[in-house]
């Protein structure tokens, strides 16, 4: 959990210094230059494809169960490793600030979890892969339009069905998850395309646990199951559009 936090937030400095550096670069800028593509956003709809990279994360909510032998697991996140995400986007004109997008997504990626036992400091890894069809329905608020740069921000809903769901692991995790989602980004307008980089947080709502494990067959693997309340899974997504 300490782990997340901080790279939360190392990339929201990050992302917050980048989007303070450009905003002062357009304040500073003393001439306007030949806008790009100046008409594409009034477009009724308009369309184009992604690809970026994301970390996966679980919150653990843990409650301190023993079985008879004493035993007590504990649930952390030791490390991540970036995925991989590809998808459309469709985008459709509200206002002169507001747009509703949507788009169909694909992520590959992984979770990795370290099982520790407080009475013999034994631990246990275990690797999860997902790969995540998910449809993020989003709003973007998008400033006002300088040369050929126009910063914005976005939040929505992102309904999320997991692939990979494998059974007689330590945990086993639901297939469906909803994520709500917010971010910060930038139109960048070139001659022939419009090119969009975009950070955003992403949590899940739902337990995500599944505790009713039918599917064991050693029954000494319950205990880790047991000893979770609940888990929400968290990700940050980092996109580049092409429009």
Same mark, same amino acid.
Request: aromatic share 14%; with cysteine; hydrophobic share 40%.
């Given at each position: 959990? %300490?782990?997340?936090?901080?790279?939360?937030?190392? #990339?929201?400095?990050?992302?917050?210094?980048?989007?303070?550096?450009?905003?002062?670069?357009?304040?500073?800028?003393?001439?306007?230059?030949?806008? =790009?593509?100046?008409?594409?956003?009034? +477009?009724?709809?308009?369309? @184009?494809?992604?690809?970026?990279?994301?970390?996966?994360?679980?919150?653990?909510?843990?409650?301190?169960?023993?079985?008879? %032998? @004493?035993?007590?697991?504990?649930?952390?996140?030791?490390?991540?490793?970036?995925? =991989?995400?590809?998808?459309?986007?469709?985008?459709?004109?509200?206002?002169?600030?507001?747009?509703?997008?949507?788009?169909?997504?694909?992520?590959?990626?992984?979770?990795?979890?370290? =099982? +520790?036992?407080?009475?013999?400091?034994?631990?246990?890894?275990?690797?999860?892969?997902?790969?995540?069809?998910?449809?993020?329905?989003?709003?973007?608020?998008?400033? *006002?339009?300088? %040369?050929?740069?126009?910063?914005?921000?976005?939040?929505?809903?992102?309904?999320?069905?997991?692939?990979?769901?494998?059974?007689?692991?330590?945990?086993?995790?639901?297939?469906?998850?909803?994520?709500? *989602?917010?971010?910060?980004?930038?139109?960048?307008?070139?001659?022939? =395309?419009?090119?969009?980089? *975009? #950070?955003?947080?992403?949590?899940?709502?739902?337990?995500? #646990?599944?505790?009713?494990?039918?599917?064991?067959?050693?029954?000494?693997?319950?205990?880790?199951?047991?000893?979770? %309340?609940?888990? +929400?899974?968290?990700?940050?997504?980092?996109?580049?559009?092409?429009?």
């Amino acid at each position: 959990m %300490n782990n997340y936090i901080q790279l939360h937030n190392r #990339i929201l400095k990050g992302a917050l210094l980048c989007l303070v550096s450009m905003s002062s670069l357009l304040v500073s800028a003393q001439t306007r230059k030949v806008m =790009f593509r100046p008409y594409i956003d009034q +477009r009724r709809f308009h369309y @184009g494809f992604l690809i970026g990279t994301h970390m996966q994360d679980l919150e653990i909510k843990q409650n301190g169960y023993k079985d008879e %032998n @004493g035993n007590q697991w504990f649930v952390e996140v030791p490390n991540y490793e970036p995925g =991989f995400s590809v998808g459309i986007l469709g985008e459709m004109y509200l206002t002169k600030h507001l747009s509703l997008r949507l788009i169909p997504t694909m992520h590959f990626g992984t979770k990795n979890l370290t =099982f +520790r036992n407080e009475l013999n400091a034994k631990k246990q890894y275990m690797s999860m892969k997902s790969t995540y069809i998910s449809l993020p329905l989003d709003l973007k608020f998008s400033a *006002e339009r300088f %040369n050929n740069y126009r910063p914005y921000m976005m939040a929505g809903v992102n309904p999320t069905l997991d692939l990979t769901i494998k059974r007689q692991k330590e945990l086993l995790l639901k297939s469906f998850d909803c994520y709500l *989602e917010a971010g910060l980004g930038c139109d960048f307008y070139a001659p022939w =395309f419009k090119f969009i980089p *975009e #950070i955003k947080f992403c949590y899940g709502l739902r337990n995500i #646990i599944d505790k009713d494990r039918t599917d064991i067959t050693d029954k000494d693997m319950l205990i880790f199951t047991e000893s979770v %309340n609940s888990g +929400r899974s968290k990700m940050i997504v980092l996109t580049l559009y092409f429009e």
